[in-house]
RNA sequence: GGUCUUGUAGUUCAAUGGAUAGAACAAAGGUUUCCUAAACCUUAGAUCUGGGUUCGAUUCCCAGCGAGACUACCA
């Protein structure tokens, strides 16, 4: 039974017994107390004094009266304009402390057995390679993934990779006409590179025939209808659909040399799928619940013989579900993979990590799902949105050249981390523990930088400036972890034994007390975390962790302190801060360092 | 036009309807008798505007202004 869970319960019985109200209290108004003001944990009595027919100071105080009796771990209480602070005891912290110090899985709750969350994201095009935007999406997928495991759920990470289309045939043809037989072996360029700069090229050449053509004397429209290598970009597509094998083979050897290219950004993120989806064998599916629709009369045939659904009553428009030809759309495809998910997972939830721009569309499909279709899954959808990155001159655009591609952004990330280490010269590491800490440092920092703001708000990423090593950074926590697992290897050299249990009635200091409060509190954020769907919940506590701690260790003696229990005792509160540390960095998808 | 998101110090970010709106960076000054100064401390600085609901609003509602996305038989 958690602390609030017990002040509810003894609230409850307190407003019974003192005015006979018989109202279930709200968890969320007994809150930690702020640190201006004495005591532990606050209750806002505002809500019971309307009904108490009282003074709102009066009412703390007959409150606080009942509980300081009914409870024994209470040591006092005050009030204050309403809010009745309660003290609790030292005993009670030092408890927890003394339960959980070496938890390694401190806040991590064992899986149950249930019904899976199924999370998709990352699902990249195969014509170019990962940007800024796609490092967004991938770390909010992971630390999701990790949150909501850790929250006792089991999850299934899944993407679903663009590997068909216009984009991908442009690729192609800009290869064969320029490539030269140019391959990630003889040249090489990374995979997903190499194809990307013949997307670029392809970009390139169809701008000047659209020039010519307008020179020759047709309009801009008929220039981009007409351009040759357009028609052959359309051309090979249409090959592609009829499964012509040249053309599918080569489709085969660029989308190979981007996977290989993908799985390095992804094996140097941290993340791996359990099931990878590929649009080529998933894009027909879905027309058999459009047909299932257009006889259950939710779907209609337009007059020009495309299936649509009409959305108006529900604030939307008039969707195309399947084309004239009968042929598929974009959200023909969602609809059946999400039915397909359903049949091979069964899972509780559907989550898609999926950028804002796409927010109208999810809005349809769940609609379609849910309320037009009557699936059951149509409600476990949830579109976990989240917005752009933008740079300081603006949006990132590939055509004007403003992207900042992942890879090149991580190797940023490696030398700046490597500079500023190499600058400070603090140990001798080998050539091996050198690199592992430079990227350790350098993508710690890009993650924690990123995870750190709200998913639905967009960012503002500044490659010069916005990368820091100092203040609420990934590095900085990573240091301050590196620093207490030191004074713990150092304490262990002298063998103090602090590992052992403590005597009891220790009298806590301010400074021990507020970090085992707030070491108390990281459970409950995991799991706020997990609901909320909301890395920056972990990030924002972890750096206030890690920078308490710091105060902590300037006010008050830890290897110094002369008397042995209370030595013991602020070893075990540094040992379970690095543990909250490391954990919660982990659900970050960052790794911390033993020194650095 | 319609739908959705968003607006907090000079800047980048916080704040489940609760007390005096927190940090960091940048600026100025200070601190090394415990681990590693990538640290710690001090000073200065903000809720777009106008209504409403409430004991209480940065938070919820309405209107306006600003920013962004979507509103394809592209994906």
């Known amino acids: 039974m958690t602390l609030e869970r017990t002040l509810a319960s003894a609230l409850k019985d307190a407003l019974q017994a003192l005015y006979q109200i018989t109202i279930e209290p709200d968890e969320k108004l007994i809150q930690p107390t702020r640190k201006e003001f004495e005591g532990d944990r606050t209750i806002v009595v505002f809500p019971y004094v309307k009904l108490a027919r009282k003074a709102p100071d009066m009412v703390g105080k007959e409150i606080g009266e009942h509980i300081h009796q009914q409870l024994d771990f209470i040591t006092g209480f005050n009030v204050v304009k309403g809010y009745l602070n309660i003290s609790i ?20 709750t064992e899986e149950r057995q249930e019904a899976p969350v199924l999370i998709e994201y990352s699902s990249p095009n195969t014509n170019k390679p990962l940007h800024l935007g796609h490092v967004r999406n991938n770390l909010l997928g992971l630390a999701v993934s990790r949150i909501v495991s850790a929250c006792g759920h089991k999850v299934v990470q899944v993407n679903l990779v663009n590997d068909r289309g216009i984009h991908i045939c442009k690729s192609m043809v ?18 997903d590179h190499l194809v990307g700069n013949y997307y670029v090229a392809f970009d390139k050449h169809y701008k000047e025939e659209q020039q010519q053509l307008i020179a020759q004397g047709l309009t801009p429209e008929e ?25 599918r083979a080569l489709w085969q050897q660029m989308n190979g040399w981007v996977y290989e290219g993908f799985d390095q950004t992804y094996n140097r993120l941290g993340i791996h799928f359990d099931k990878v989806y590929h649009e080529s064998e998933t894009y027909l599916l879905g027309k058999s619940l459009v047909e299932e629709g257009l006889q259950k009369g939710v779907f209609y045939k337009h007059e020009d013989g495309s299936v649509r659904v ?20 974009y959200i023909t495809q969602d609809i059946g993979t999400a039915q397909l998910r359903y049949e091979e997972f069964h899972p509780q939830k559907m989550i898609y990590v999926v950028g804002n721009e796409q927010n109208y569309h999810f809005d349809v499909l769940k609609l379609v799902l849910g309320k037009k279709l009557g699936l059951p899954f149509g409600d476990s959808i949830y579109h976990l949105s989240y917005g752009m990155v933008e740079l300081p001159n603006g949006k990132m655009k590939s055509r004007e050249g403003t992207v900042v591609d992942a890879d090149d952004l991580m190797d940023a990330m490696y030398e700046e981390a490597k500079r500023s280490t190499e600058e400070l010269g ?43 090593f100092n203040g609420n950074t990934g590095p900085f926590i990573q240091y301050t972890h590196a620093r207490i697992r030191s004074l713990l290897r150092k304490a262990d050299e002298q063998q103090l034994g602090w590992r052992e249990a403590l005597p009891a009635g220790m009298k806590l200091n301010d400074e021990e007390r507020i970090l085992i409060k707030m070491l108390y509190q990281y459970p409950d954020t995991v799991l706020a975390a997990g609901e909320n769907l909301s890395p920056a919940l972990i990030a924002n506590y972890i750096y206030d962790l890690a920078k308490q701690f710091n105060h902590f260790y300037q006010e008050t003696p830890v290897m110094k302190e002369t008397d ?16 909250a540390i490391r954990n919660g960095m982990q659900l970050l998808g960052i790794d911390v360092p033993e020194r650095m």
């Not at 209370?566 to 040992?575: D, G, M, V």
């Open 174 to 191: 800009a290869w064969l006409r320029y490539g030269n037989g140019e391959t990630p072996e003889n040249s090489g360029i990374k995979g």
């Open 223 to 247: 220039a981009e209808q007409q351009a040759p290598i357009m028609l052959e970009a359309r051309e090979m597509l249409r090959q592609w659909e009829a499964e012509d094998p040249t053309v």
């Open 426 to 468: 603090k140990f001798q590491f080998s050539p091996e523990e050198a690199d592992k800490l430079y990227e350790m440092v350098g993508l710690g920092a890009l993650k924690y930088f990123i995870l750190k703001v709200d998913p639905a708000k967009n960012m503002l990423f500044n490659p010069e400036e916005s990368i820091d």
């Open 89 to 108: 005891d030292d005993a009670f912290w030092c408890d927890h402390l003394a339960a959980h110090h070496d938890d390694s899985r401190y806040g991590i």
């Open 564 to 579: 042995e229990a209370k030595r013991h005792l602020r070893l075990q509160i540094a040992n379970m801060t690095a543990l």
């Open 310 to 329: 009409n959305l108006e009553a529900e604030g939307l428009d008039e969707k195309v579900l399947l084309r004239k030809d009968g042929t598929s759309v």
